[in-house]
C-alpha cells in the first residue's frame, strides 16, 4: 500500500480559487479521494490497532480494502458533485447544470487506475437517478453527505459486531472531514458569480 489510495496528486494548497469545470472537476476528485482515503484507512487503523501492518499485508484483507475503498471512492464523488452543483446553482445563479458529465468523466478517469466495470456502471446509474431527483435549490442544505457516510459504514472491512458500536462514531468521523471540504469549497468560489 503506497502513501495514498488513489493515483492522484497529493493534496496540496494549490487551489485559490474554482474558476473552470477544469477546476472543479479536479477538486471534487481530490477531494473525494483524501475524504475516503482518511476516513477509511483511519477507521481501520483504529479497529485494527497494533496488527494493521500485519493486516494489510495479508492478502484477502488487502482485497476488501480495495472493494472497499472503490465503494465508498465513487459514493464520495458522487455526493460532492451534487454538492457543488447544487450550492453553485443556488448560491451563485449557476444556469448549466454539468453535474453528470463531470461525475462520469471522473469515474472514466478512474476506471483507468483500477476501478472495477461493475462498481462504475452501478455508480453511473445510480449518479443519473439522483440527478434527475434532485432539488436543486436546497441539496446542499440537507445533508449532502449522507450517501459516502453510509458506504463507509456499509464497506469498511470490520467485523459487523463491531460496527454496530462505531456507528455514530464513523458517521461523525466523514461528517467533519466534509465539512471542511465544504468550507474550502465556499472559500474558493467567493469570488464566482454566473450571470
Known amino acids: 500500500?503506497?502513501?495514498?489510495?488513489?493515483?492522484?496528486?497529493?493534496?496540496?494548497?494549490?487551489?485559490?480559487?474554482?474558476?473552470?469545470?477544469?477546476?472543479?472537476?479536479?477538486?471534487?476528485?481530490e477531494r473525494?479521494?483524501?475524504?475516503?482515503?482518511?476516513?477509511?484507512?483511519?477507521?481501520?487503523k483504529t479497529r485494527i490497532g497494533t496488527r494493521y501492518t500485519a493486516m494489510i499485508q495479508d492478502e484477502k484483507f488487502?482485497?476488501?480494502?480495495?472493494i472497499a475503498k472503490w465503494?465508498?471512492?465513487v459514493a464520495a464523488?458522487?455526493?460532492?458533485?451534487?454538492?457543488?452543483?447544487?450550492?453553485l446553482i443556488d448560491k451563485k445563479n449557476l444556469k448549466e447544470n454539468d453535474a453528470e458529465e463531470i461525475f462520469n468523466t471522473i469515474i472514466e478517469r478512474e476506471i483507468?487506475?483500477?476501478?472495477?466495470?461493475?462498481?462504475?456502471?452501478?455508480?453511473?446509474k445510480e449518479f443519473s437517478l439522483r440527478v434527475k431527483s434532485a432539488d436543486w435549490g436546497k441539496l446542499h442544505l440537507e445533508n449532502p453527505f449522507s450517501n459516502s457516510g453510509m458506504a463507509l459504514y456499509k464497506w469498511?472491512?470490520?467485523?459487523?459486531?463491531l460496527k454496530v458500536l462505531d456507528k455514530e462514531i464513523v458517521l461523525n468521523s466523514i461528517k467533519l472531514k466534509w465539512n471542511i471540504v465544504e468550507n474550502e469549497f465556499k472559500e474558493f468560489t467567493k469570488n464566482l458569480n454566473f450571470n
Not at 496528486?9 to 480559487?17: E, L, N, V
Open 1 to 29: 500500500m503506497g502513501e495514498y489510495l488513489f493515483p492522484v496528486r497529493k493534496i496540496t494548497s494549490k487551489f485559490t480559487a474554482i474558476t473552470s469545470k477544469e477546476d472543479l472537476q479536479n477538486f471534487v476528485q
Open 32 to 44: 473525494s479521494a483524501h475524504v475516503t482515503q482518511t476516513t477509511l484507512y483511519g477507521y481501520i
Open 62 to 66: 488487502s482485497d476488501s480494502i480495495n
Open 71 to 73: 465503494n465508498i471512492y
Open 77 to 87: 464523488i458522487a455526493d460532492l458533485t451534487l454538492y457543488v452543483f447544487s450550492f
Open 112 to 124: 483507468k487506475n483500477g476501478l472495477d466495470k461493475n462498481i462504475s456502471e452501478l455508480a453511473k
Open 156 to 161: 469498511a472491512p470490520i467485523a459487523e459486531e
